[in-house]
């Protein structure tokens, strides 16, 4: 029996991204609201200063902070409006000492000024006056021009990921549009002889193809470009041709089926032959999910991936080995750790068993009782979808465990929603 060359996930977590980042990052201009979840080719720095003038962040009064000093309720200041000023209009008046003028959240202030004095400390005394009742100090409440990005200043180094955050800043600073990486392009090919599309009659031993739309539909999450979907029977000529095929067009060949050990698997021998000797990894110390297949074609700079060909099992391989990898393998060589995943701490409610040796993915089941979140596992061979629809999130269960018992502390993963 040919033995497998497999990795745990940590190893095979490292070797993936190490090839990730061989792949040619091709650059587009795309306009700002079509950037999210995209990754800056290019440093970005502040065209001009942002606030572009000095503005209030309360709404009150504009004054001069030396005239407030030493108010209070018992012996307020009394200082005359000059005007009111309005959101998005340019004041028409210096302020001098004795006066004030109002300003609104987000106002410009007038020249002179250099304080703002809340308006629940400021009373009318009469229409043209008010009485302060605090002392303010130079600066208070107010933000000058350049407090959150100064001109020429770096605003965004290559290689950010844009979420939200980094939306917002650039639409602040006024750009409508920005260089990015090009998402890589992918190729979906899923394998089996009992495999027909949603759609098409079934019969016999036959199942419906579900891998193609999950894995698709979690490669786009992962941002990658799906180019490329394809159902093919377990037909070694047909398949070496469409895994050739989407090899020289795409970055990312993945294929679920074919890489078990039995008398079917063609994955590994494909992988050999296409990629000229290129498979680093055949199999993952993972239940599930111990048939995976990794290999680099260097000669196209193309990641070949075979996974599990068990529904929902090759999803969870997609989910712990390549959507990490996409996400924390950044062009600019910047990424996050790769064990960086968001996860909450819970308690199991039943002892779970594990397989020795490798790293066992429990789905589970979260629920909160008496202030603590607790952990259900949901039983289920990898075949299944119904516990992966049940489920919330997963553990990762050591390979140095027998198991866990009920009561113990886990780290839950969340699936996204």
Not at 9 to 36: F, G, Y
Not at 43 to 57: E, I, K, M, Q, Y
Not at 244 to 260: E, F, M, R
Request: proline share 7%; charged share 20%.
């Amino acid at each position: 029996m040919k033995l497998l060359h497999v990795l745990t996930l940590k190893e095979a977590r490292a070797e993936l991204s190490a090839r990730v980042r061989k792949i040619p990052h091709r650059r587009k201009t795309v306009p700002l609201s079509d950037a999210a979840g995209l990754i800056l080719a290019e440093d970005v720095r502040a065209p001009a200063d942002l606030p572009g003038f000095r503005r209030s962040t309360v709404d009150g009064y504009a004054v001069i902070a030396a005239d407030t000093h030493g108010a209070s309720d018992t012996i307020p200041v009394f200082l005359e409006i000059t005007e009111h000023i309005r959101i998005g209009e340019e004041p028409l008046q210096t302020i001098m000492h004795g006066q004030c003028a109002y300003v609104p959240t987000g106002g410009m202030l007038p020249d002179g000024a250099d304080a703002m004095v809340m308006a629940e400390y400021c009373e009318a005394f009469s229409d043209s006056e008010i009485a302060v009742s605090r002392s303010v100090a130079t600066g208070n409440h107010t933000v000058l021009p350049g407090d959150d990005m100064k001109k020429g200043n770096l605003l965004l180094p290559e290689g950010t990921r844009l979420r939200f955050q980094e939306i917002g800043a650039l639409a602040a600073a006024g750009l409508t549009s920005v260089t990015v990486c090009a998402p890589f392009t992918a190729a979906i090919i899923s394998t089996g002889n009992e495999l027909v599309s949603p759609g098409q009659n079934i019969n016999g031993c036959r199942i419906y193809d579900s891998n193609t739309y999950a894995l698709s539909v979690q490669a786009g999450c992962a941002g990658l470009d799906v180019v490329r979907r394809q159902l093919l029977p377990d037909d070694r000529d047909r398949l070496r041709q469409a895994i050739l095929s989407a090899s020289a067009d795409c970055d990312l060949v993945i294929l679920s089926g074919g890489s078990s050990q039995g008398k079917h698997d063609m994955t590994e021998t494909l992988f050999q032959e296409i990629s000229a000797g290129g498979v680093y990894a055949h199999g993952l110390a993972l239940k599930p999910g111990k048939p995976t297949v990794l290999a680099w074609d260097d000669a196209h700079k193309t990641a070949l991936i075979g996974l599990p060909g068990h529904p929902a099992a090759a999803s969870m391989v997609f989910e712990l080995l390549v959507s990490p990898v996409l996400k924390y393998t950044l062009p600019a060589g910047n990424g996050f750790p790769l064990y960086a995943e968001p996860s909450l701490s819970a308690f199991l409610t039943v002892n779970v068993a594990s397989s020795p040796g490798r790293e066992t993915c429990v789905p589970v089941k979260l629920a909160l009782s008496e202030g603590a979140l607790l952990a259900s596992p949901i039983p289920g061979p990898s075949g299944l979808w119904s516990p992966l629809v049940q489920a919330d999130g997963y553990i990762l269960i050591s390979e140095n465990r027998e198991g866990l018992p009920a009561g113990h502390p886990v780290d839950v993963y969340l699936l996204r929603r």
